[in-house]
């Protein structure tokens, strides 16, 4: 089943920070993020496992929440290129192979 | 190190025709995923291998839709007959299934218009 990701849209003006939020209505084993600009494929910004692990990359950090099911994406003063479109993929267990769900992605739009 | 490779990268063709997308994955890499992805219903994975091996392919929409690797360097997704509604961005992953962080490499995605 498709996690639902929150909000499905957000503008920002530079420096300003955002959170994007991923629910799955089954227990998860991993949340892989990606970051996906205008025409192009996505790309991978940060996975985390099963253990409440926390990454970051850049300004960029993540959480992952196992007993709520829910991932969250954090961004810091935020930047011009930060611009795109997030997804959140979801894996349910270690043995699937790496099968992701996708939610339907954040549309995050930073502004000067 | 290239990454994944697809192509082509624009297809324009009418109802009816067959159509066959084409992937070749990073060398050593032994997943490989094929996506689409349509403004209404995201972006939804179609069918993946691990070692040249179909695993799951649940998401195939209909019979018209075939995949296959033959190798591990190369794969493809075809449409037979093709459908205005098969009209998408057609995106294929690979990653190193024994590595850690399972990281899924894009290709840079075949954009298809069925007439």
């Known amino acids: 089943q498709q996690p639902v990701q929150s909000p499905q849209a957000v503008i920002l003006r530079e420096g300003e920070d955002a959170v994007i939020n991923c629910s799955s209505s089954k227990a998860l084993y991993s949340v892989h993020w990606y970051r996906q600009k205008h025409g192009e494929a996505p790309v991978f910004l940060m996975i985390?496992?099963?253990?409440?692990e926390q990454k970051g990359h850049e300004k960029i950090s993540a959480s992952f929440n196992e007993k709520k099911q829910q991932s969250s994406l954090y961004l810091t003063a935020s930047q011009l290129s930060y611009s795109g479109t997030y997804f959140c993929g979801t894996e349910t267990a270690y043995n699937q192979g790496g099968k992701l769900i996708f939610g339907q992605g954040t549309e995050l739009s930073v502004k000067p | 190190d290239a990454g994944v490779i697809q192509s082509p990268r624009h297809e324009v063709t009418e109802m009816g025709q067959e159509v066959t997308l084409r992937c070749k994955p990073i060398s050593g890499h032994n997943s490989l995923f094929w996506y689409r992805q349509t403004m209404m219903r995201g972006l939804e994975l179609l069918i993946y291998f691990n070692n040249n091996v179909p695993i799951d392919d649940s998401g195939m929409p209909e019979d018209r839709f075939s995949a296959k690797m033959p190798n591990a360097s190369f794969s493809t997704l075809k449409i037979q007959p093709s459908e205005p509604r098969d009209s998408a961005v057609y995106f294929c992953a690979s990653r190193h299934r024994d590595r850690g962080g399972n990281e899924q490499f894009f290709g840079p995605g075949t954009r298809l218009t069925v007439l």
């Open positions: 985390l496992l099963k253990g409440g």
